[in-house]
């Protein structure tokens, strides 16, 4: 079983949707990751948090550290959202990550 | 500032040959990494520098694989002798350190193709 577990593999959506990514980890952690990959494109960070919620435009990134569970949510959404969204966990004493397998994101017109 | 700079971003090469991948990280920033992306495998960590030093090197694949930062603001990642399955796409980060909650930042990769 991975570390780090995000589901859906894949999702489509039409543009205003919605969208909700998931990602369970299994490790302890200090800092749960979300990022961005576009297709042939590089790696963004679109959010590093240890607890409760963040917010970036129409981003918004929660945690559950009980539950050791973490959701990327994507309000109005557009196709250049579409891409690859990663779920990344750092432990306490290095701030090396772990990945999970990735959600493939596609939002058409 | 410009972020972290991979260079080259493409590398086409004979199986066989060195390989060397280079990085600068962001300035003031104490940790570096270098990650692999494949299909079949996807991100993995293959070395973590903290203040120079390597502190994690388990990623490594084999002795083939070496990696250096003679200094803060450069780093290395060489393939001696490179083979077909090295082919990915590799990314260095860098990041301030442990206990940050901000400012980890990925290169824009090298894509190499080992023929």
């Known amino acids: 079983k991975n570390e780090v577990e995000q589901s859906p593999q894949n999702l489509t959506a039409q543009e205003g949707e919605f969208i909700t990514i998931n990602c369970s980890y299994s490790v302890g952690i200090s800092a749960l990751h979300w990022l961005q990959q576009h297709p042939g494109g590089g790696i963004v960070s679109l959010f590093m948090l240890s607890s409760g919620k963040k917010k970036h435009g129409r981003l918004i990134a929660t945690i559950n550290i009980q539950e050791k569970h973490s959701s990327l949510h994507i309000t109005a959404s557009h196709p250049r959202d579409s891409a690859v969204y990663i779920c990344?966990?750092?432990?306490?004493?290095?701030?090396?990550?772990?990945f999970g397998t990735g959600t493939r994101l596609q939002v058409f017109p | 500032d410009a972020g972290v700079i991979q260079s080259p971003r493409h590398e086409v090469t004979e199986m066989g040959q060195e390989v060397t991948l280079r990085c600068k990280p962001i300035s003031g920033h104490n940790s570096l990494f270098w990650y692999r992306q494949t299909m079949m495998r996807g991100l993995e960590l293959l070395i973590y520098?903290?203040?120079?030093?390597?502190?994690?090197d388990s990623g490594m694949p084999e002795d083939r694989f070496s990696a250096k930062m003679p200094n803060a603001s450069f780093s290395t990642l060489k393939i001696q002798p490179s083979e077909p399955r090295d082919s990915a796409v590799y990314f260095c980060?860098?990041?301030?350190?442990?206990?940050?909650?901000?400012?980890?930042?990925f290169g824009s990769g090298t894509r190499l193709t080992v023929v």
């Open positions: 520098f903290n203040n120079n030093v390597p502190i994690d």
């Open positions: 990344a966990v750092s432990n306490f004493s290095t701030d090396k990550l772990i």
């Open positions: 980060a860098s990041s301030l350190g442990p206990g940050h909650y901000y400012g980890y930042t």
